[in-house]
């Protein structure tokens, strides 16, 4: 009987060191799951303030009438004749291009182009990988019939994962002004997101024309080639 209870008592003894790292583990899971919540509900109060301010500085400085900044969010410009919408800097003197940031990377699955004032400019759609690679993902004649208002639909067929996209414009074989109100980039659950940063080869009454590649007019922070996807028009 002695000898079962000094087993016992000598186990206990053995074991008695864990307590404290124990009671030290779950001390630290706590702190932490409390450390996560906090940053969590920071980062979604910081984001809701961002939004909140976003909105007040747009309704306080409105961009100019067909800035970069005209082409991000949701469309508005429901005629296709107003200037809720980017415009390059001249309607048919050379080839213009529009790029286009996103929150979260995706694969997409479509894109839609909301263009304006003169449809039917869109001759390539490309994305950019992780590691900045271009790959095209559609490419062909924008079969947006002539018009002030159009959406052109892009089905993606390749697979990547992107939240930076470039729009081609073959201004001097579309007549008019070619202008874009919005682009919608939607995933593979046909979730939509609208642009939250844009550069542009040139700009609308800016002073600013770069065309071609190189050097365009950014807003923001912004600074492998395979051929596939559809595009279709959706109309207005
Ligand atoms: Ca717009």
């Known amino acids: 009987m002695d000898s079962e209870i000094r087993e016992t008592e000598s186990r206990r003894l053995s074991l008695s060191w864990l307590r404290p790292l124990l009671r030290f583990k779950l001390s630290t899971l706590m ?6 919540g906090i940053g969590l509900a920071w980062r979604h109060d910081r984001q809701q303030m961002d939004k909140r301010l976003a909105r007040i500085e747009k309704l306080m400085f409105p961009p100019e009438p067909w800035a970069i900044q005209r082409c991000l969010g949701k469309p508005d410009e429901p005629t296709g004749m107003g200037s809720n919408a980017w415009c390059p800097a001249s309607p048919d003197t050379a080839p213009e291009w529009l790029t286009l940031k996103y ?3 995706v694969r997409p699955s479509s894109i839609l182009i909301y263009e304006t004032y003169a449809t039917g400019a869109v001759n390539k759609v490309t994305g950019f990988d992780s590691r900045g690679n271009e790959v095209v993902l559609w490419t062909g004649k924008d079969p947006t019939p002539t018009g002030a208002l159009g959406t052109l639909r892009i089905a993606v067929k390749k697979t990547i ?4 996209i470039k729009i081609y414009l073959d201004c001097p ?3 008019g002004w070619n202008c874009i109100d919005a682009v919608a980039l939607l995933d593979r659950f046909g979730r939509k997101q609208w642009a939250v940063d844009a550069e542009a080869s040139s ?6 024309s770069g065309y071609g590649g190189g050097g365009g007019l950014f807003i923001g922070g912004m600074s492998g080639n395979a051929i596939g996807g559809s595009g279709q028009s959706i109309g207005p």
Do not use: F, M, P
């Open 31 to 36: 702190w932490l799951t409390v450390l996560i």
């Open 103 to 105: 929150d979260k990377r």
């Open 161 to 164: 994962k992107t939240d930076r």
């Open 173 to 175: 074989n579309a007549s």
């Open 203 to 208: 700009v609308y009454n800016s002073g600013y």
